[in-house]
Every structure is written in structure tokens, then in C-alpha cells.
């Protein structure tokens, strides 16, 4: 295993990557979407529909690149990705049309199964980190900068030079920065794994045991919770600051929504700093309920405006948590074997919902009122909560089965 500074090392480079990564590959597109569709005469919300449809197709990709990250190696998948995502930067900046645009969207999308969150967890489990779930967090932590930094930066960059042309920035970006970090993250979890293989010793996991049958209805309600929440976070994230304008807080919505991102970042401080002994079932349960929680509280204060403030404060609390258990709970459920291709799933489900979750609030909203939409919304949030307790249900029921033959949970395979 290798020792802790550089295992430290690894942590903060893989979470550079991941501003990086998430920076030019997702946030930097808002900012730059207006000029892509003046330039190409197209609507802003046909290039957020072709965005949209880029991400329904990643989704469908994610699995695989699970199983490939647990057959080749995060470190190599990662590699691979740095570079694939450059390519698909260079390409949507020189498009010299409407088809040739969307497939490089496509690309890029495809791209970013290699290189975000899925790829880095499954990076942090094979380089050996001896608590993963911990070291996820920390993860988690560094990344949600990315748009805190990405968001000027696109704009200033883009005060200056042409959409095409920070994307090309953004491009060499990836190459001279992250392909180096992934290079290194790969070569590092190849003598990992010797050293394991030389040793031959188990790898303790956090999991409790479960038998084949309530394993199978685990990992289905937890693909459920994380549909959910990522139909909740990807309808409100995108319609924020209009949904809080059109709900009677008028300009204030905008002011309000800058809340949201130090909000998740507090959330992942106060995990890391007090939650090491949670565990991450109960910490998935705690995110879905103030995904919850923070719609239940805007529609019954709206237009208050303090009410408003409370909404984006648990909201960003709890999707804070849902990005750090959507690498634990894989990890804690089902232990480090086929960790990969378990969270390609997971990953598969939240992009899936999060497709086309604008569209159908969008959709429910041009129907009927705000307020019947975002109590949709509470539905679908309720119902990840419920998922999530059905999964600590089977996990106590799977623990008591384990004492009640004389085993040790800790010890289960």
C-alpha cells in the first residue's frame, strides 16, 4: 500500500482533476450556450435539448465504463478519458455545423464517464486508501468548487475570446493537467495491486451481509434512490432562479440560489469532520429527507422570503450528501469486488432521470400551476426516501440473520 503522503497526494491531484473535469465539461457550458446558439441560428433551449439528449446517452454508456474501470483499472479508464475528453472539446470548437456540434456533445458526454465522480471513486478504492468512504468524502469536498471557480472563469475567459476558443483552452487543459495526474493515479494503482496480489490478504469491508436474494433488492431500491434524487436535483437545479421568480420572490430568487453551492459545500465539511461513524445507508436516508425536506419548506413559506433561504439551504445540504453517497453506499453495501460496474448503474440512474427531468418539470409547470408541480416533486423525493429506509431495513434484518448463526457482519464476504 502506498504510504499516507502519498496517498494525501492522490486525493488532492484526483480532485483537481475533477474541478477540472466537471468545470470544461459541464459547468462551462451555460456560459458559453447563448453564443453556440446565436452562432449556429438555433434556440437556447434546442442546445440545452441537445445537451440533454448528450446525457440520456451517457447514461446508457455508464455501465460499461464501470465494468471497464474494475477490468482495465480506474487509473487507465481515466488515461484513456483525458484524452478522449480533449478530443471532444477540440471537436465541438471547430464544428462547423449543427450535426457535427451535437456529436461532439455526445462525445463529450461519453468522455466524462471516464474521467468524473464514477471513475474517481473506483480510482480511490483500487490505489488501496484504507477508508475509502472517508477519503470519497474528501473527494467530494475538493470537486465542489468546480463551479464555484469555473463559472467566472468560463466568463472572463469568454469576455476575451470566442466560445470555440476556450473550449480549445479547455481542451489543452485536459491534456497538459489531467492527463499527467491520471497517468501518475494509474501507474500508482498497478503496484497497489501487486502489492495486494503479493500479500494475499482480504480487504476489510464495511458491508454487512446480505444473502443473494435481499443483495438483489438492495441494489434495485438503491438504483430507485438515486433516480429520485437525481430527477429532484436536475428539474430544480435548472429551472432555480425562474421557479423562485415565478413563485412570487421575484428578483430576490436570484439572490437566494447563491445559497444553494455553499450550502452542499458546508454539507460535505460537516460529514467529513463528524459523520466517519455514520453509516452511509442512514447518511443516504438523511440526504433524500432534506431534498425533501427543503421543497416541503418552499412551498409551505412561499412567497416568505426567509422560507426561501431555509428551501435552498436544506436543498443544498442534501444534495451535498447525495453526491457523497452515491460512491459510499455502493462501496458499504456490496464491498470492493465489481465496486466498478455497481456504480456505473447508480451513475446510469441519476443521469437517466436527470435528462429529462428539466423538460418534464418544464412540461408539468406549462399545465398546471408551480405550486401542484413541485408537489410532483415532493412525491419523487419522498419516494427516495422510502427506497433508502427499505435498504437499511434489509441491512438490519441481513445483520440480525449473521448473529443469529454465530457470524461476525465484519467478517462477511
Not at 427499505?390 to 434484518?397: D, E, G, M, Q
Request: proline share 5%; glycine share 10%.
Amino acid at each position: 500500500m502506498p504510504d499516507g503522503s502519498v496517498l494525501r497526494k492522490a486525493i488532492w491531484a484526483l480532485g483537481l482533476t475533477q474541478i477540472v473535469g466537471y468545470g470544461t465539461l459541464f459547468y462551462s457550458f451555460s456560459i458559453l450556450a447563448p453564443a453556440m446558439a446565436r452562432e449556429f441560428g438555433l434556440t437556447e433551449g434546442w442546445v440545452f435539448g441537445a445537451l440533454s439528449a448528450s446525457l440520456f446517452a451517457g447514461s446508457l454508456f455508464a455501465p460499461t465504463a464501470g465494468r471497464w474501470a474494475d477490468r482495465f483499472g480506474a487509473g487507465l479508464i481515466m488515461t484513456v478519458g483525458s484524452v478522449a475528453a480533449a478530443m471532444a472539446l477540440a471537436l465541438c470548437a471547430v464544428a462547423p455545423g449543427r450535426v457535427t456540434f451535437v456529436l461532439a456533445l455526445l462525445a463529450m458526454e461519453l468522455a466524462s464517464s471516464f474521467v468524473l465522480y464514477s471513475a474517481a471513486f473506483v480510482a480511490i478504492v483500487q490505489i488501496g486508501v484504507p477508508r475509502p468512504q472517508r477519503s470519497i468524502t474528501h473527494l467530494t469536498l475538493i470537486a465542489g468548487f468546480a463551479s464555484t471557480l469555473f463559472w467566472p472563469l468560463t466568463s472572463a475567459l469568454h469576455a476575451h475570446l470566442t466560445w470555440r476558443e476556450v473550449y480549445l483552452l479547455f481542451a489543452a487543459l485536459n491534456l497538459g493537467l489531467c492527463l499527467p495526474i491520471h497517468a501518475w493515479l494509474m501507474r500508482l494503482s498497478r503496484r497497489h495491486a501487486t502489492a495486494a496480489s503479493q500479500e494475499r490478504g482480504p480487504a476489510p469491508e464495511a458491508g454487512a451481509p446480505l444473502d443473494p436474494r435481499r443483495g438483489r433488492a438492495a441494489f434495485l431500491l438503491m438504483l430507485a434512490g438515486f433516480a429520485s434524487e437525481g430527477f429532484v436535483l436536475s428539474a430544480i437545479l435548472i429551472h432555480m432562479v425562474p421557479l423562485t421568480a415565478a413563485l412570487g420572490l421575484g428578483t430576490a430568487g436570484l439572490f437566494v440560489s447563491t445559497l444553494f453551492g455553499p450550502a452542499q459545500v458546508a454539507s460535505r465539511l460537516i460529514n467529513m469532520l463528524f459523520g466517519g461513524r455514520l453509516q452511509q445507508t442512514h447518511l443516504a436516508v438523511i440526504a433524500a429527507s432534506l431534498l425533501t425536506a427543503g421543497l416541503c419548506a418552499l412551498l409551505l413559506t412561499t412567497p416568505w422570503l426567509p422560507g426561501a433561504f431555509v428551501f435552498v439551504f436544506l436543498f443544498g445540504l442534501g444534495s451535498g450528501l447525495a453526491s457523497i453517497v452515491g460512491g459510499t453506499l455502493p462501496l458499504e453495501l456490496f464491498g470492493r469486488e465489481g465496486y466498478g460496474a455497481r456504480l456505473g448503474w447508480a451513475s446510469a440512474a441519476r443521469q437517466f432521470t436527470s435528462a429529462f427531468a428539466p423538460f418534464a418539470l418544464a412540461f408539468m409547470m406549462a399545465r398546471t400551476s408551480v405550486a401542484n408541480s413541485l408537489w410532483v416533486l415532493v412525491v419523487v423525493a419522498a419516494s427516495g426516501v422510502i427506497a433508502f429506509l427499505a435498504i437499511a431495513l434489509l441491512r438490519r434484518r441481513g445483520v440480525r440473520v449473521a448473529f443469529a448463526i454465530g457470524g461476525n457482519p465484519g467478517e462477511a464476504a
